[in-house]
């Protein structure tokens, strides 16, 4: 099992940065594939981004370019780097885990990102 904690919302103004962590409690060197999502109000849970175990990212067209997630396996943690920030990116965002082996997923209690002038 795995506990996944988000942190680093906030409000910032349109273009400008914003950085998430996800604290995972055990190791999630080999066995995770770690990953952001975000619900807007009304809306279903969209999928932002993916890191797999080895190191190989994806990105929804929606973020491509503008953000960057990353994981630090040594600490238990993964990023999301937000830049360019625009209100359509306002929403919610969890972090997630999967199991390589069993697809088994835990999910973070959320963090706000608001994007407003």
């Known amino acids: 099992q795995v506990q996944l904690v988000d942190s680093g919302g906030g409000l910032v103004q349109p273009g400008g940065s914003l950085r998430l962590s996800c604290a995972a409690s055990?190791?999630?060197?080999?066995?995770?594939?770690m990953g952001w999502y975000r619900q807007a109000p009304g809306k279903q849970r969209e999928w932002v981004a993916q890191?797999?175990?080895?190191?190989?990212?994806n990105y929804a067209d929606s973020v491509k370019g503008r953000f960057t997630i990353s994981r630090d396996n040594a600490k238990n943690m993964v990023y999301l780097q937000m830049n360019s920030l625009k209100p359509e990116d306002t929403a919610v965002y969890y972090c997630?885990?999967?199991?390589?082996?069993?697809?088994?997923?835990?999910w973070g209690q959320g963090t706000q990102v608001t994007v407003s002038s």
């Open positions: 890191i797999t175990s080895s190191g190989g990212t």
């Open positions: 997630n885990a999967r199991n390589n082996y069993n697809n088994y997923e835990y």
């Open positions: 055990r190791s999630i060197f080999s066995t995770y594939t």
